[in-house]
């Protein structure tokens, strides 16, 4: 029977540790599954449940260890990344969920709306962190990334940025579990809920309500590399692969062509005719190319802007670098020029990760922006995902070819008007007309603004709930709940034993007695008369309770040191026999009443005494199993009283020196 008692605890114990690992794995299934992005809306739940019960750090880090491996170790396994820089990943997410999980438990375990905010807030600095304090792939690593597949939805990221959807989604779940777990702010919760997401509608609808100012035909070119039949490196390769799709993109009406990054090896050195072949397409079809290349001369990774006369119109050097890249870096320097009215500008792959450059080329409403890409199998639709974020942030069309990806072409609003897979399609010609926005977005004149109030907001927040004894310059003074008065007793009790979750069986029944017998009394009242209790109930054994007869309870009203009130007296034994019947039953009366909080104390944030409920649903659903059982005297208002008590239920006030010593 112990056994089975050590197990429940310990099953007791892992749900923190269980329950982050289910919210990471449910934010790392859209991850590998982009079209099952919703499932993030309720991901966060079983960790907001779980963090209100959790009572130390040490659990805290667990809950946040298991959430980070849920999260990032499917996702590793399934991109087959190198080792190094999978350790350095699983390491990094792993750390800041445990950090992000930690700071959490300090937010939402307050049942207060501002907490729900403020637990909003810190996930868009947490993403944002994610983001950049180690910025291999930039916003790739933000946990939103897959939230492109639904751009209408995530309109309102052109005012936000990608950090404003972590904070919609802590807000709304942080609301919705308040709601339901805390019955006096559930209507408050529900309209706040409800506000937060007619805002995010009606940004969406203004940011989708923009009309086009024009439109203009563009193509992709793509493939995967090979040096098989046909392939780019063999004879005839540059006509089959380039120069054919080039001659027909112009019979179908295209007036500017994109090529993939690093598709062709160039020495770019004004003096030898730069780009020869190049030129010379562009002038025999009148067009204009957009081609990259590697510079041999300067060892950069380019991209040049040739026009219909063959001039080079400019060039653009990758900015941002992979891990795996040394090459020299470029400026960042928007380079943009007119295609029949149209601003074009351009970025290199990777250069699309981050936001510094594409904002630029939003806050000069820039139309479209073309971006040369050489991707890789595993990371190819992710690195796509991310590459629409930036299309919605600075409502710009992409024009995105590449080798070993995914060619597309994507409308401001982050609509997919073309998309070729090349490992599935083989090399591809993608022609279509493009409408073009002359918007300057909030995202791009001002960046992180979003993340900067967001940090704000978390700093006020704790500052208030845990920093203001210390900012006043009242701390260590020891505070205390204001209800044992002055009373030395009942200082005492609250000081020692209240809210001590109790496990020990005798005790559990010592504190049901005594909460029966103060039903309509006060407590300082029953523990003045405690000691005496102890005498005249053999030391609360209820072995010996139950076989009280007749004789027994008579002396016992007899009694001037104990109430003596002849139904609470044999309500006692009843109970006693009540009790010991739940013994045999369950195992232990400790294993059958704390299912009722389910093996956990229920941590509350109460603030004055007015806020302090009589009852609960817990409550509520003990007094009526326990009437079943042939209890008396166990009304809810009772049974709540038993839980403070006996510890099921903390209600020391926040600012009791209680309040983080029990459970």
Sequence with gaps: MNDEKNRLRWLIKQQGPLAGFLSGTMLMISGIFPILSPVQMFALVPLLVVLRRLSRWRECFHTGFLMGLGFVAPQILWLLLPPEISLILVTYFIVLLMAMAAVSWSLIRPTGIMGCFAFGSLLAVFDWAVMTAL???????????????????????????????????????????????????????????????GIVAAIDVTALSYKPVGHLKVATIGWVLSQGEGGMGTSGGFDRLYAQPVAEAVRQGARLIVSPETAFAEYDDPNRAPLSKFVELSRRHCVYLAVGYFDMKSQENRMAFIGPTGDILGRYTKTHLTPFENNPTGTGRPIIITIDGVSVGAMICHDDNYTDISRRYGAKSTGIVVVPTNDWIYVRSAHFQNSIHRVIESRFALVRAASNGISAIVSPTGKRLAVSDHFKDGPTLLVTNVPVYDVQTIFSRFGYWFVVASGILVVVYLIREKGKDLLFGEWPMKKSCEWPGDNKLMIEYHDTEWG??????????????????????????????????????DNFDPINIARYNKRKINSLLDNPGIIRNRLKVQSAVTNAQAFLKIQAEFGSFDTYIWQFVDGITIRNRWKTLNDIPTTSPESDAMSNALKKRGFKFVGSTICYAFMQSAGLVKDHLTHCFRYTQCG
């Design 500 to 537: 001590v979750p109790l496990h020990d069986y005798r005790k559990l029944f010592e504190f049901l007695l005594l909460d029966n017998a103060q039903a309509g009394l006060s407590w300082q009242t029953i523990l003045n008369k405690r000691d005496n209790y102890r005498k005249a109930f």
């Design 135 to 197: 910025p291999m792939w930039g916003t790739a690593q933000s946990l939103a990334r897959c939230w492109s597949w639904y751009p209408g939805v995530i309109a309102f990221t052109c005012v936000t940025g990608m950090p404003g959807l972590m904070f919609v989604f802590g807000v709304t779940q942080a609301l919705a579990v308040n709601a339901f777990l805390v019955r006096g702010q559930r209507l408050v919760s529900i309209l706040a809920l409800v506000v937060v997401l």
